[in-house]
């Protein structure tokens, strides 16, 4: 069983969308939950990162995280284009971080 | 903004030969990572190097592999013979502590 699992996409929204990404993972030890967001060709880039359960908030990013249900999502309001990229969910245990394969998102303008 | 640095760029190499890919990690950063990312495909662990040594690797890290911190700047990932399979994006990343890593914008390796 894969310890992240994640929507691949493509995801196609018009700007001004509220967009949700979602990625369900394996383990219930995992406490720590992380967003990147990866531009065509570039390194993926640290978003957000949640413990336990709950949400938080960064301008027009919500992370929320659902022990109970293994869920994890991550909610974009007032979609631009620069939003358009591919957005990776992850966790990790000890020193090794497990990536989920991204969902690529495209914000139409 | 701190930046992790990785060349070069893109490498193509022919089957067989050793390649090394180099990065200069965020300098008061204490962890060090290879991962890899074939295309399409999810953003794999290979490494992870603390204290001057290898802390944890992966199943896809075999004797092929190795890593070294040279000096005080550099994190190095050398593929001793490479492989058509070993195609792929390799990114370093560096952390201080804490749960986000930096990553490097990645070398291209083309094994052909």
């Known amino acids: 069983q894969k310890e992240v699992e994640q929507d691949p996409g493509p995801l196609s929204v018009p700007e001004g969308a509220i967009v949700s990404l979602n990625c369900t993972y394996s383990?219930?030890?995992?406490?720590?939950f992380m967003w990147y967001r990866q531009y065509s060709r570039k390194g993926p880039e640290l978003l957000m990162y949640?413990?336990?359960?709950g949400n938080k908030e960064d301008g027009r990013f919500t992370a929320q995280v659902d022990k109970s249900s293994k869920y994890i999502s991550l909610f974009i309001r007032d979609s631009q284009p620069s939003d358009s990229a591919t957005y990776l969910c992850?966790?990790?245990?000890?020193?090794?971080?497990?990536f989920g394969t991204g969902t690529s998102l495209t914000v139409i303008p | 903004e701190p930046e992790v640095t990785q060349t070069p760029s893109h490498q193509v190499t022919q089957m067989g030969q050793e390649v090394i890919l180099r990065c200069v990690p965020i300098?008061?950063?204490?962890?060090f990572y290879w991962y890899r990312q074939i295309l399409g495909q999810k953003v794999e662990f290979l490494v992870s190097?603390?204290?001057?040594?290898?802390?944890?690797k992966s199943e896809i890290f075999d004797d092929q592999f190795s890593v070294e911190r040279p000096d005080g700047s550099n994190f190095t990932l050398k593929i001793r013979s490479t492989k058509l399979e070993d195609s792929a994006m390799y990114f370093c990343?560096?952390?201080?502590?804490?749960?986000?890593?930096?990553f490097g914008s990645g070398t291209r390796l083309t094994v052909v």
């Open positions: 990343a560096s952390r201080q502590g804490g749960y986000g890593y930096t």
């Open positions: 383990n219930s030890a995992f406490q720590y």
């Open positions: 949640t413990y336990s359960s």
């Open positions: 992850a966790t990790h245990t000890g020193n090794q971080f497990y």
């Open positions: 300098s008061n950063h204490l962890y």
């Open positions: 190097f603390y204290n001057n040594e290898i802390s944890e």
